[in-house]
Each structure stands twice: as C-alpha cells, then as structure tokens.
C-alpha cells in the first residue's frame, strides 16, 4: 500500500522558513513525478513545485520562485520543500503527490490528476 506523509509544517511570522518533508512508503520512487500543493480555505488546490527523481528536473509555480526549493532524498524515499521568506498568504494547508507512471513537466502544477497518490497535508501558518 502506498503511503505518503507529510511532515514539518507549523506557525511562522513573515519572513520565517519551514521545512516539510514527504516521506514516501510502499514504493520505490526511482523515477517519478512528486509534487508539492497547497491548498487555503476557500481556495482551490494549487502547485507549489514538483520534482522529477529520475534526474532532479524541477518547476516552481511564479509566486514561490526564489523563496521555495524542492529536493530529495532517494535514499529515504523522502521529498523537501524548503521555504524561505515566508509570507501571510504562504498560509496553507499543503500536499505532496505522487505520479509513479510519467516524466515531471511543467502541467504538473496545475494536473492533479496525473498524480495517483496524495498524502493527508500538513498546516502551514504564517502571520504578520
């Protein structure tokens, strides 16, 4: 059974940073598409970033360029979404995904439906 749980998230100030971790059981994820959204009250699901194991390829969505860095950790089937800077309207609750069958591209972002797995999400606050 495959198994995606996030980790790390919490209440900052702007300006702060966080580090949430996606650790990936059931699975070797060699080569697949993981991705990181997020998701505010009221508000659609949105993509933050995405990253292709297979060779590190990466997208950023334009609002958190500069400030967020994806990465990973093949070794333990974890994926990282570094943020920095953080800002009031960084406030989420935010997701990682799993696409096993394709490539990353960048309609990774906005396709949720090519990714087959989702955790349950991890809360990011930040405040003025």
């Known amino acids: 059974q495959v198994q995606l749980v996030e980790s790390g998230g919490g209440s900052v100030q702007a300006g702060g940073s966080l580090r949430l971790s996606c650790v990936v059981s059931g699975y070797t994820y060699s080569s697949a598409c993981m991705g990181w959204f997020r998701q505010a009250p009221g508000k659609e699901r949105e993509g933050v970033a995405a990253i292709y194991t297979g060779g590190g390829r990466t997208f950023y969505d334009d609002s958190v360029k500069g400030r967020f860095t994806i990465s990973q950790d093949n070794a333990k089937n974890t994926v990282y979404l570094q943020m920095s800077s953080l800002k009031p309207e960084d406030t989420a609750m935010y997701y990682c995904?799993?696409?096993?069958?394709?490539?990353?591209?960048?309609?990774?972002?906005?396709?949720?439906?090519?990714?087959?797995?989702w955790g349950q999400g991890t809360q990011v606050t930040v405040s003025s």
């Open positions: 995904a799993a696409d096993p069958l394709r490539d990353c591209y960048s309609s990774h972002l906005i396709r949720l439906t090519y990714y087959d797995y």
